[in-house]
């Protein structure tokens, strides 16, 4: 019997979480590692998930590349989204100290 890395009980080293505080025992396989994980991550953090999909024990190779695929689309998408923006604010406030009507 191992302790627990977390809440120090005995754990069986056949067990996959902890019994008593239920940390994921083997790493790439807790939730963070998950479909759910991955995709609660992506919305928040948007390509800096890409980590914990290549870290995932729990999801196959296909799946991965295809989070890679959406994660790094979705990181071009905001980058051109954040330029077009600076340009409207840049134009904007040429306009308004310039005087340009």
Known sequence: MN???RC??????TDN???HCGRSLKP????????TGIIL???VLGPFALPFVWLSKT????AKWIYTGLL???GIYFVVVCYHAFLMI????????????
Request: hydrophobic share 40%; net charge negative.
């Open 41 to 43: 991550m992506a919305f």
């Open 90 to 101: 840049h134009d904007t406030a040429q306009m308004m100290l310039g005087g340009g009507f």
């Open 59 to 62: 999801i196959g190779t296909t």
């Open 3 to 5: 302790p627990c890395p």
């Open 28 to 35: 790439g396989t807790g939730f963070l590692f998950s479909h």
């Open 72 to 74: 790094v689309l979705v």
């Open 17 to 19: 979480y902890c019994r």
């Open 8 to 13: 120090c009980n005995p754990v069986e080293e």
